[in-house]
């Protein structure tokens, strides 16, 4: 339980100091991602292009899986046919 009172205190110093530093250029809005974390509008728009980059990537590569798997198959059945006609 200290520990978690520790952490939200550094958190909670380390946006303060970031919200004093960035004072000088204008209003900067926090949100929480459920976590305790607390995150700035750049850092929250930063991790939604990470996470959109990887489920992009992960997408990707069950495609090519899927088109890998479904390109055997046809080559197995391929065979198949052409071993029944001898």
Known sequence: ???????????????????????????????????????????????????KKMERERLEKLKQKAAKESAENEKVIADKKTDGTH
């Open 1 to 51: 339980m200290a520990m978690r009172s520790v952490q939200s205190q550094v958190v909670l110093t380390r946006a303060l100091l970031t919200r004093s530093m960035e004072s000088s250029r204008g209003a900067t809005r926090y949100f929480s991602d459920g976590k305790g974390k607390v995150l700035s509008e750049e850092e929250r728009a930063a991790e939604n292009v990470y996470i």
